[in-house]
């Protein structure tokens, strides 16, 4: 009997030992329930081929052309991928619409013998519960937005909040960009979708009612977008400002933006992506520091002339919301340790209001 998925945290709780996605690998890679394998029944050429000829022929020689496909790469994902399987295996198998790919794999799967299930209404039930979670219901917990200028530690004091016994979200980290020009990082973006799953998963996981820390951002971080609810709830958040002298800031993004520095192809791309927000002679100077390896130089002209004065104004639009400012001489590990207890004192104290 098909699974009714009731809710996101049912999910860990699925009496099954894997989840199986039959579905194309783009289908797969642009979002899918967390933890499964893709063992596809059709892969995109064959979902094209198949779906073209099913509204340009027939439904029925369309059919035909499925099920051999179908049972051939059944056939192969048994004897590669779960040939050392036991006895007792149960997989839990879904498709687009819990229809015919999942059905047709959970099938064969139970003449073997294994306990195989599929979802009722495939992934489009499992999507449903993700767009609940984020589009519908309110926020679940209280928001408290970490801020400060460009290169303030915020990401690295997250993980220290943690520790302090603070729930905290790292937005940047489930995005895989670090929200800047310069933010993009190794493996890319997820779709929006897969930004979404991974977004809905981390709030099923957070205490409902105790606040929360995140960063602070714009409603887009990369090329994905926040929900709504959540950016409502980020711009209606408290503030603890991080502030910290000019020449921190600049060997903290030398530190943490070292992938960026180590390619200077890349590096000279995006110092010339901002031409048309400053003067060519500006420009010039940056990829000539780029050049010489000052990269701390290079960080401290990039916040001055260009960090800096669009955070000023970003900042005046929360001029209103209850805040608390927190100095730190210095971004060394050893001081954004040193400071999390400060840090999650006013924290605390903006919580309770």
Partial sequence: ????????????????????????????AED???????????DDDERA?????????????AR????????????????????DRPRGYRPLVYCW?????????????????????????GYRSFRRLVQAALYE?????????????TGTAKTDLLPLL??????????????????????????????????ETRLAMAREALRPGEVMVVEGESSKIGEVNLPPKLWQAMKDAPRVVVEA????????????????????????????????LHPADRIEHWLDLAAAGAFAELAAGLMEHHYDPRYGKQHARFADCPSRTVALDSLSPEALAEAAPRLAEAVRALSAG
């Fill in 97 to 121: 619409r819990g229809g015919q790919r999942s059905g047709s794999f959970a099938t064969i799967l139970r003449q073997i013998g294994w306990q195989a299930e599929t979802i009722e209404g």
């Fill in 137 to 149: 219901a309110p926020w679940p917990c209280p928001v408290v937005v970490l801020e400060g200028n």
């Fill in 64 to 83: 035909k052309i499925g099920a051999a496909l179908v049972a051939r790469n059944a056939a192969r994902h048994i004897e590669e991928d779960l040939m």
């Fill in 245 to 276: 002298p000019l020449g921190a800031r600049a060997d903290y993004l030398a530190r943490r933006y070292a992938d960026v520095t180590a390619d200077a192809a890349r590096l000279e791309a995006t110092l010339r992506a901002l031409s048309r």
């Fill in 162 to 195: 943690a520790e302090q016994g603070l729930q905290v979200m790292d937005l940047e980290g489930l995005a895989n960009h670090r929200g800047s020009l310069f933010g993009a990082m190794a493996g890319g973006q997820p779709a929006q979708k897969m930004f």
């Fill in 49 to 61: 081929r198949v779906g073209t000829m099913y509204t340009q022929v027939s439904p029925f020689e």
């Fill in 32 to 42: 899918h329930i967390p933890g499964a394998i893709n063992l596809p029944v059709l």
């Fill in 1 to 28: 009997m098909p699974v009714t998925l009731t809710s996101l945290s049912a999910l860990s709780d699925l009496p099954f030992d894997e989840v199986i996605d039959v579905r194309s690998p783009a289908e797969y």
